[in-house]
């Protein structure tokens, strides 16, 4: 049933709903769009069904509004603030919105595509039962919590054929394009080696995989997942190759009891160590007030009022203002895969909390030449010539949820919107089959991390 309209509730106009960052809603001119000329005018946009009005579902449906190419029509959220000002931002009728997904679902296909933007562990059951509905599916990452249900929903797309993005948002940048055309042009001769760095950030760490929702294996998934699945599928699409072989070591080494200074506080309010903690909830967040960018990442996450009172109301009562050595966390801080290709090729990739969170450092090494990557800038040398080429991809925006991961949010957005509304999948850089390739890749390397094994895959795996 849907949820009866309050009336009450009209999005703040600079409140954490209303406004994401630069992102307003309305702005934007005619884009061009995988040779369309798609306005926000445009009588072909795709209408959406939302699941999950939370941070991601907030943001990709404001890229699909904001670019004109997407209409949200129904919405299914169970926290009523979320649900009810994401109603008003998306002018959502009172009798297309509901408390649970289920709800959503029962009332048949409403909308041409749906957005699946839950936790973790709650992807599969609304992506099967959507895709069994007909409707074509943004998929947030992780796919599925495991292998099997991962399985399930390539299955389902499949067999209803439905077009299934996962939202591997780092494939859509503009500086993953540029590498990627570099490489197939064979700029540098053969790829041979990749060596790849994601630095997590250790603020950004102890928010989201020490305190946040994906702080724990059992309750959202292993880091590898639910983090690095990102840069596991990244890899993968460079090579043009899932691996024959990985291994991976990896621990959480820092963010537990046993290196708790003496003296600590459970909480960072209460803590006399604070001033000289580097992981104090307390600088973190309220700094973050004085910086409209961190406003809606990280600072809606924990609190819907963005004043002193409210930062420090949340940091005494809810689970960001716990000290990062008193958590419930077990995911990993630091963690290495080798992965080697079935035509002898290796990589290297190594995630670590205790780094400043920036984007994604590469250096890709072939035959003929090396590029190393940035996130803003590829610097290419030629052996034979000795020349370098600095190739800037225009990637001004920050790797961020807040900035929109260097402009792969709305990439993303915009090439699932023009695949729906023309029918055609090959605007998308993978379809499900080949997320669940690159899925089963990172549930490889996590089973060689936690069985202390090489891990052979199955070279027959769908790509
Ligand atoms: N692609 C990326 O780069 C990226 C980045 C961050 C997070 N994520 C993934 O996106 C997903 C969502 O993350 P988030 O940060 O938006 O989390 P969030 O908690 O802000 O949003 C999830 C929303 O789902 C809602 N929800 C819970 N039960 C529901 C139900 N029965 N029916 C409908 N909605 C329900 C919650 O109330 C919440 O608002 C996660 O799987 C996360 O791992 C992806």
Redesign the pocket.
């Known amino acids: 049933m849907p949820v009866p309209d309050s009336g009450a509730l009209v999005a703040e106009p600079d409140g954490v709903l209303g406004v994401a960052g630069e992102l307003r809603v309305g702005q934007v001119e005619q884009k061009r769009i995988a040779g369309l000329i798609i306005g926000k005018e445009s009588m072909s946009a795709v209408t959406l069904a939302l699941?999950?009005?939370?941070?991601?579902?907030q943001s990709y449906a404001r890229h699909a509004v904001a670019a004109g190419t997407g209409r949200v029509i129904a919405i299914?959220?169970?926290?009523p603030y979320?649900r009810e000002a994401a109603a008003a931002e998306f002018g959502v009728s009172p009798d297309q919105v509901y408390a649970?997904?289920?709800d959503l679902a029962a009332a048949g296909r409403l909308a041409d595509a749906v957005i699946v933007?839950?936790?973790?562990q709650?992807?599969t059951e609304?992506a099967v039962r959507m895709a069994d509905l007909g409707y074509h599916i943004l998929l947030?990452?992780?796919m599925a919590t495991s292998e099997d249900d991962a399985i399930r929903i390539a299955d389902a797309a499949q067999r209803n054929k439905i077009m299934l993005a996962v939202?591997?948002?780092l494939r859509y940048t503009p500086y993953t394009q540029t590498l990627k055309r570099l490489l197939d042009e064979k700029r540098i001769g053969r790829l041979v080696n990749v060596q790849h760095l994601e630095p997590v950030g250790w603020w950004h760490h102890a928010h989201s995989f020490v305190r946040g929702?994906?702080r724990r294996q059992d309750t959202?998934a292993p880091m590898l997942l639910?983090k690095s699945c990102?840069d596991i599928d990244w890899l993968i699409h460079l090579f043009g190759q899932t691996p024959a072989k990985v291994s991976s070591f990896g621990n959480l080494t820092h963010f537990k009891a046993s290196e708790r200074p003496p003296g600590a506080a459970d909480r960072c309010v209460d803590c006399p160590l604070e001033p000289t903690c580097p992981y104090s909830a307390k600088r973190l967040y309220l700094d973050c007030l004085a910086d409209p960018g961190r406003h809606f990442w990280p600072l809606s996450?924990i609190t819907k009022n963005r004043t002193e009172d409210g930062v420090l109301e949340a940091l005494r009562t809810g689970p960001y203002g716990r000290c990062v050595y008193a958590c419930d966390n077990d995911v990993v801080d630091h963690q290495v895969v080798n992965m080697e290709f079935p035509d002898g090729t290796t990589c290297s990739f190594t995630m670590s909390a205790f780094t400043p969170m920036e984007h994604r450092h590469t250096r890709l090494l072939g035959t003929h030449g090396y590029i190393d990557g940035d996130g803003h800038t590829l610097r290419l040398v030629d052996f034979l010539t000795g020349e370098e080429e600095n190739v800037d991809t225009n990637a001004g925006a920050g790797p961020s949820?807040g900035d929109g991961?260097g402009g792969?949010?709305e990439a993303l957005t915009e090439a699932f919107l023009a695949a729906v509304s023309t029918g055609d999948p090959t605007l998308l850089s993978t379809d499900a089959a080949e997320s669940l390739a690159s899925h089963r890749v990172v549930w490889a390397a996590e089973r060689a991390r936690t069985t202390n094994t090489i891990v052979h895959l199955d070279e027959r795996a769908p790509r």
């Open positions: 699941l999950g009005a939370g941070l991601r579902g299914a959220e169970p926290d979320r649970d997904w289920t933007a839950t936790q973790d709650m992807h609304p947030e990452k992780p939202c591997h948002v929702h994906w959202s639910s990102h996450a949820a991961h792969g949010d």
